[in-house]
């Protein structure tokens, strides 16, 4: 029987010989090609054309390879259900799920509710049921489609979790270079590495031991903006490679440095009385939204930048742990992608002990051009003295004491003075194991400038010159006039 449409083989069924649309034997086709007559060699051609030839290639066309999927997604906790998922074709009638390229299938599902695909659903995920999976579709028409391409079914929370670190720290600037650690006391011989949200497959990599911990270290780098986000690993053994462990505590990665950095003030100032309140302000370009401060902890890297959509920080009733070097970055919301830091601002906490004392040497007035000393002095063991100027934008002046033998004092020259310089100083002391815990400030000094201070007259004599060049250019002018004039009509009735 012709495979083809009715339509197309009733009009022309009175002139296909018999059989001809049936297996066609050689011997046949070459008599009626060598036939001298034209009718029957077209009349063949024309049942070629209209029966044989789209039979054939019903033959030898397969179903398109169905697509497969696990819902609510590939990784499933141990106990939980999942569904796979098999996409094929309207035509199907029947599907088959395998599991590890096994040759009967596992499950066989009939299309849901008269669409192209089948759900295969697993109550409860453990070891078991955990592994690769594929499926395969069934029509009437054309037989069996391949199978899928193989989907990995892992169940996760079979054994303890796995840690993760970042070293040198989870804050890193772009360019840069990050080592992601997975460490796990089981034994576990192989450790994953999955970003979440991500649109790379997992890393995989043997367990090395280290320390008596087995661990695999990832390297990351050099890092961009796709690098931020949330990583955890996994651990699992070589005999199950799909039965994973429970999933690390999260590592937030965070790259800086991809926008200009932003400025960071303190008000009302830096230099903070303990018990006060003091708020840290972050100013950036416009179109920001988040903002995060951190605090320096020498040369460890901050382990996370917390953000906020305020530029503000309050800081206050501030202690002595408000002591620290501040910077601050700004972003975007839920992005892992910062600015460069800011400059960084010391804030020095004031009233952690006594006040000392403060003089002026030779004394508080002096004249413009003249030098003067002050003397910073403490009664207690302090190594580090600080002289700040009121209203000056300019962070304290510090001196760290050589000689730590008594007197404890610090000599802050200026040479030459100059009206800048009047005004009023206090000074405080502090410990070098502690250098951002203050004294209490010393009673003000007023530092005064003498009006009889030489003062430089260039622009005044500069404009004396010029008036005098004038003067007397005007008063050459009118003497050569006076001189060549033509004289009164005495002069000329004399002459």
């Known amino acids: 029987m012709c495979l083809t449409s009715p339509d197309i083989i009733t009009p022309h069924a009175s002139v296909c010989p018999t059989g001809l649309c049936g297996p066609y034997r050689s011997s046949e086709w070459l008599g009626t090609m060598g036939s001298n007559t034209g009718t029957p060699t077209l009349t063949a051609l024309l049942c070629l054309g209209l029966c044989w030839g789209p039979w054939n290639q019903v033959r030898a066309g397969a179903p398109p390879k169905p697509s497969i999927w696990a819902d609510p997604g590939p990784m499933v906790m141990t106990g939980s259900p999942v569904t796979i998922w098999c996409q094929g074709s309207l035509q199907a009638d029947v599907y088959h799920l ?105 890393q995989h990599m043997e367990l090395r031991t280290y320390r008596r ?24 053994p070589s005999s199950y490679p799909y039965a994973w462990s429970l999933p690390s505590d999260p590592l937030h990665l965070e790259v800086t440095g991809v926008y200009r950095e932003p400025s960071l003030l303190a008000q009302p100032g830096s230099l903070v009385l303990s018990g006060d309140s003091l708020t840290l302000k972050c100013h950036s370009e416009a179109g920001f939204d ?25 800081l206050g009733p501030v202690n002595h742990t408000h002591g620290r070097q501040y910077r601050c970055y700004n972003g975007h919301h839920l992005s892992y992608v910062w600015s460069a830091p800011s400059t960084p601002l010391d804030i020095l906490i004031v009233g952690m002990y006594q006040k000392p004392s403060l003089l002026a040497q030779p004394g508080p007035s002096v004249s413009w051009g003249e030098n003067v000393t002050l003397q910073c002095r403490s009664e207690i063991h302090l190594d580090t003295f600080h002289l700040s100027k009121e209203g000056s934008p300019a962070p304290p002046q510090h001196l760290r004491l050589q000689d730590t033998a008594a007197p404890f004092q610090a000599n802050f020259t200026i040479s030459p003075v100059t009206s800048d310089h009047e005004g009023t100083y206090r000074c405080y002391g502090s410990d070098s ?22 003062q430089d007259y260039t622009v005044e004599n500069l404009i004396r010159m010029g008036v005098a060049a004038v003067i007397l250019v005007v008063l050459g002018i009118l003497l050569f006039q006076a001189r060549h004039s033509p004289r009164g009509p005495q002069d000329a009735a004399r002459r």
């Open 98 to 202: 395998y599991k590890e390229r096994a040759s009967k299938p596992l499950d066989t599902e009939a299309p849901q509710d008269s669409s192209n695909k089948a759900s295969f659903s697993i109550e409860s995920m453990s070891s078991y049921t955990a592994g690769l999976y594929q499926c395969a579709y069934h029509t009437s028409r054309n037989g069996w489609s391949e199978r899928s391409d193989p989907l990995p079914l892992v169940v996760t929370g079979v054994y303890s979790a796995p840690s993760l670190s970042a070293h040198p720290g989870p804050v890193v600037a772009s360019g840069g270079n990050v080592s992601l650690s997975c460490s796990s006391e089981s034994t576990l011989e192989t450790l994953h590495l999955l970003k979440e949200g991500g649109a790379d497959p997992p």
């Open 213 to 236: 911990r087995g661990q695999a270290v990832f390297p990351v780098g050099p890092v961009n903006t796709s690098h931020g986000g949330t990583y955890r690993c996994y651990g699992s």
């Open 290 to 314: 988040r903002f995060a401060l951190t605090k320096d902890e020498g040369l460890t890297p901050p382990e996370r930048l917390h953000g906020q959509h305020s530029p503000d920080f309050p």
């Open 433 to 454: 194991t502690s250098p951002y815990l203050l004294s209490l400030p010393s009673d003000p000094l007023e530092l005064l400038v003498s009006a009889t201070h030489p």
